[in-house]
């Protein structure tokens, strides 16, 4: 029994550690950059989002993308182009992934402390 109690004493003291680094390691300064034929007409900064709310992006040569921006996470929630993807790219949070509407010329990145790991990876 004293065994199991040791055990789950260590088990409970990783956690705890673990639930701080993550707490205290937070990424500050995640900046989201909506792109309209590659040149940003926008920038959000995703740690400083205290209410959620949308936005329209008007596309090169018309067309509409509605934005939303959470805190630490951004997506496009409608479009008017006929196949979506955009939409169902869902939420980012960090710069791993980019959401890409290309009948509008329009994209979505984020840039910040993972943009140094994104270029070296390539």
């Known amino acids: 029994m004293k065994k199991n109690a040791v055990w789950i004493a260590v088990f409970a003291v990783v956690v705890i550690v673990c639930a701080l680094f993550a707490v205290f390691n937070k990424k500050p300064g995640d900046t ?17 989002v205290e209410e959620p709310y949308e936005f329209a992006v008007e596309g090169w040569s018309g ?5 939303r921006v959470e805190n630490g996470r951004i997506a496009i929630i409608d479009a008017d182009c006929p196949d979506k993807v955009c939409v169902n790219t869902g939420y980012i949070s960090d710069g791993s992934r980019t959401i890409v509407c290309m009948p509008h010329r329009i994209s979505v990145r984020i840039v910040g402390a993972d943009a140094d790991i994104d270029a070296a990876a390539g």
């Open 63 to 67: 067309g509409e993308n509605v934005v």
């Open 32 to 48: 989201a950059q909506i792109l309209r034929n590659g040149e940003v007409i926008k920038t959000v900064e995703l740690d400083k």
